[in-house]
């Protein structure tokens, strides 16, 4: 993982429950900053349906996510 998509990673969390016809993922998280989100669980949207692809529920993950069209959105995630 590159040192930019590492920075860009700034929040992580357990996958809890994949979405894959709605495009979204439920994700236990720890504070997300940019967000001014605490810890929590939440169901965010994806930018790309294949990010579900390659992870699944109970997997330790790192992710990127911001507020698009009033939707929590992960734009990028890395187990």
Not at 8 to 19: H, P
């Amino acid at each position: 993982m590159g040192a930019a998509l590492a920075q860009a990673l700034n929040a992580q969390g357990e996958v809890r429950r994949i979405d894959a016809a709605n495009g979204k993922i439920t994700v236990k998280h720890g504070p997300i900053a940019n967000l001014e989100l605490p810890a929590m669980t939440l169901v965010f949207k994806v930018a790309d349906p294949a990010m579900l692809n390659d992870v699944k529920p109970g997997d330790n993950v790192r992710f990127a996510a911001e507020k698009i069209n009033g939707q929590y959105t992960i734009t990028a995630i890395k187990k």
